[in-house]
């Protein structure tokens, strides 16, 4: 593969909305085997509430599929496959990340505590801020 091929390749499955009105793969090779990705979305996304099992397996699907994705894409970036297998490749990125957002969205988000989060690091920031300007921070002197 060319280097204007492969940066063509990463560029595709680097953008941002990327997965726009992509699909999920019916499978997808993992490190343990074959698994029915696309089942196993729709079989999580149809429950109105998720067990502790269910979301246990959830984090582990979603483990295996980052390292498959992370796989691919150094295959990509290395450059030393044909252009129609790194074309495979990155449509299965692609399909990888697609399921990443949809079972990336099950998980219920703690508002306050998001908003807390967010608190104290604008706290931490001003305070930073404020350290920098009376010279306090790691024995820097404000300018004069």
Not at 14 to 24: F, H, K, S, Y
Not at 52 to 59: C, G, H, I, K, S
Not at 67 to 73: D, N, V, Y
Not at 79 to 103: F, K, N, Q, Y
Request: hydrophobic share 35%; net charge negative; charged share 40%.
């Amino acid at each position: 593969m060319k280097a204007f091929e492969r940066e063509r390749l990463l560029e595709r499955v680097d953008r941002e909305g990327a997965t726009v009105g992509g699909r999920i793969p019916a499978q997808v090779e993992l490190e343990d085997g074959t698994f029915d990705l696309r089942d196993f979305v729709f079989e999580v996304k149809r429950r109105d509430e998720l067990d502790a099992d269910v979301r246990e397996q959830v984090t582990e699907v979603v483990k295996s599929l980052r390292r498959a994705r992370l796989s691919r894409r150094a295959t990509i970036e290395a450059g030393e496959v044909p252009v129609e297998t790194g074309e495979r490749l990155a449509d299965e990125i692609l399909g990888i990340d697609r399921a990443l957002t949809a079972l990336g969205s099950l998980e219920p988000t703690d508002l306050e505590a998001e908003a807390a989060a967010h608190e104290r690091a604008d706290q931490e920031r001003w305070l930073s801020f404020l350290g920098q300007v009376r010279g306090r921070d790691r024995g820097r002197r404000p300018r004069s």
